[in-house]
């Protein structure tokens, strides 16, 4: 089982819905959980990061945790055709250190 | 600088050549990454450097690969003897501190062995 799992896609959404972005982690007892956008040829940058259970939002941007389901989500509201990018999961397993584990991600075009 | 810096962007060597990647955090930033992306795929961890303590190189694929980090700040990734397979873009990245919320990262350097 891969520490952090994604949807490697590719989800398709129309411009102005709702696109949502799932991933789970095997680690329990991870605490930091991040989402990356990545521009095709460009580098990882933030969106969100969120560290307890429950919703998250900032903007257009909502992080979920469910830790007892060991699963993150990010949901993205009125979806524009500039949020089209590789979305990734990132996960801080318990297992000492610091070290920041990533998934595959998950491929998001949004459609004008 | 005002960013993770990391040279040279490209990198084409010859395959069981030795080739260094460099990297150069933002001023202050004690803790620093580095990742391997390979065409269509996620980040796979290779070595985490934080302050002066013992680096994690739990991600380190092989013995041909190795890192430092001299005076706690450019690091320095090393591959001996270069496979086909090490083709790849290798990412940099560096944070305040390992708890800090945000990794800021280089542009990366594309490696290809032929």
């Known amino acids: 089982q891969k520490e952090v799992e994604q949807n490697s896609g590719p989800l398709s959404v129309p411009e102005g819905a709702i696109a949502s972005l799932n991933c789970t982690y095997s680690?329990?007892?991870?605490?930091?959980f991040f989402w990356y956008r990545q521009y095709s040829g460009k580098s990882p940058e933030l969106i969100m990061s969120?560290?307890?259970?429950g919703d998250k939002e900032d903007g257009r941007f909502t992080a979920q945790l469910n830790k007892a389901s060991q699963y993150v989500s990010l949901l993205i509201r009125d979806s524009q055709p500039s949020d089209s990018a590789t979305y990734l999961c990132?996960?801080?397993?318990?297992?000492?250190?610091?070290?920041?584990?990533f998934g595959a991600g998950t491929r998001l075009f949004v459609k004008a | 600088g005002a960013g993770v810096s990391q040279s040279p962007s490209n990198k084409v060597t010859e395959k069981g050549k030795d080739v260094e990647l460099r990297c150069d955090p933002i001023?202050?930033?004690?803790?620093l990454y580095w990742y391997r992306q390979s065409l269509g795929q996620g980040l796979e961890f290779l070595i985490y450097?934080?302050?002066?303590?013992?680096?994690?190189k739990s991600g380190l694929p092989s013995d041909r690969f190795s890192a430092e980090r001299t005076g706690g700040s450019v690091s320095t990734l090393t591959i001996q003897r270069t496979q086909q397979e090490d083709s790849a873009v290798y990412l940099c990245?560096?944070?305040?501190?390992?708890?800090?919320?945000?990794?800021?990262f280089g542009q990366g350097t594309r490696l290809t062995v032929v």
């Open positions: 990245a560096s944070s305040f501190s390992p708890r800090a919320t945000e990794a800021f």
């Open positions: 680690d329990r007892g991870s605490q930091s």
């Open positions: 969120i560290y307890s259970n």
């Open positions: 990132a996960v801080r397993p318990n297992t000492g250190g610091f070290k920041t584990i």
């Open positions: 001023s202050g930033h004690t803790a």
């Open positions: 450097f934080q302050g002066n303590s013992a680096p994690d």
